[in-house]
């Protein structure tokens, strides 16, 4: 049995479908325990070390983690340029989901609603995120806007993050 953590990248790339119209599935293995997982979602001074590509400097403005709290990040791009994303959490159940609003500032009125459930596997942690929107066109321009590569360098990040915690 082959070792998940000397996968190469593209084995440990995301699987996106659209099971409807109005939806983007995404689903990616992590090779950590669910708790430590869900720990790493949920701590605002663990964001800025894996949200977002690489290059970008991620801050987090507010996340408040619990049903009817905020949480809102501001992105600084290589170029200097800055964009926010933000939502609010509908449902926080530690260790295995979290729904929340997902609203780009500079697209504001586009609010998608993102399920990520935590799936225990063990050592390992199955994250499943299903992206909600109101129309197929709002689902397809976020498919349309880079999602796919940006999300990979993301849960790259998020590896090396997850890995870094575990050796201490």
């Keep these: ?33 669910r708790d430590r997982v ?10 800025p070390q894996w949200w977002g590509p690489r290059g970008m400097t991620v801050t987090v403005d507010k996340m408040d983690v619990r049903a009817g709290g905020d949480w809102r990040f501001v992105a600084r791009n290589p170029d200097g340029s800055e964009e926010a994303f933000r939502g609010s959490y509908r449902e926080v159940t530690p260790p295995e989901r979290i729904v929340q609003t997902f609203e780009w500032e500079p697209m504001a009125g586009y609010v998608s609603l993102e399920t990520a459930t935590f799936e225990n596997l063990g050592e390992r942690t199955k994250v499943t995120t299903v992206s909600l929107f109101y129309t197929t ?14 999300l990979n360098e993301t849960y790259e990040r998020l590896d090396e993050l997850l890995a870094e915690l575990e050796s201490g």
């Design 1 to 33: 049995m082959t070792d998940a953590r000397q996968e190469p990248a593209a084995a440990k790339a995301a699987t996106i479908t659209t099971p409807s119209d109005r939806e983007i599935h995404v689903e990616r293995v992590f090779d950590a325990p």
């Design 137 to 150: 066109e709002e689902r397809d321009g976020m498919l349309g806007s880079g999602m796919e590569s940006g």
């Design 38 to 47: 869900f720990a790493v979602y949920t701590d605002p001074d663990l964001i």
